[in-house]
């Protein structure tokens, strides 16, 4: 069964650092480039972050870029986001989904809240 299930987020200060995990089963994850996105209240949900299959491969959304690092555990079947240097505008509900840029599945997970604020 498809299946994405986020953790990790909290509430933080401006400059702080979080550290989400996204657990996926369902699907062959170490063959499979997965995606980090967001969705901020009353916007649609946009790309932050890609990984390629093997690590090889990384993509960073402008606006996170140099803040925001992607990594994956093969054997966990597990996806990272390590955002440091947080700031309010990065406040939203946080997804992962397998894919390069683009999401696969129609299935989202229940997400993870991100609130940047002093």
């Known amino acids: 069964q498809l299946q994405f299930v986020e953790s990790g987020g909290g509430l933080v200060q401006p400059g702080g650092s979080l550290r989400l995990s996204c657990a996926a089963s369902?699907?062959?994850?170490?063959?499979?480039?997965m995606s980090w996105y967001r969705q901020a209240p009353g916007k649609e949900r946009d790309l932050v972050a890609s990984i390629g299959s093997l690590s090889y491969m990384r993509h960073f959304s402008d606006s996170v870029k140099g803040r925001f690092t992607i990594s994956r555990d093969n054997v966990k079947n597990t996806v990272y986001l390590q955002m440091n240097s947080l700031k309010p505008e990065d406040t939203a509900v946080y997804y992962c989904?397998?894919?390069?840029?683009?999401?696969?599945?129609?299935?989202w997970g229940q997400g993870t809240q991100v609130t940047v604020s002093s």
């Open positions: 369902g699907f062959t994850f170490s063959s499979s480039a």
């Open positions: 989904n397998a894919g390069w840029k683009t999401y696969v599945y129609e299935n």
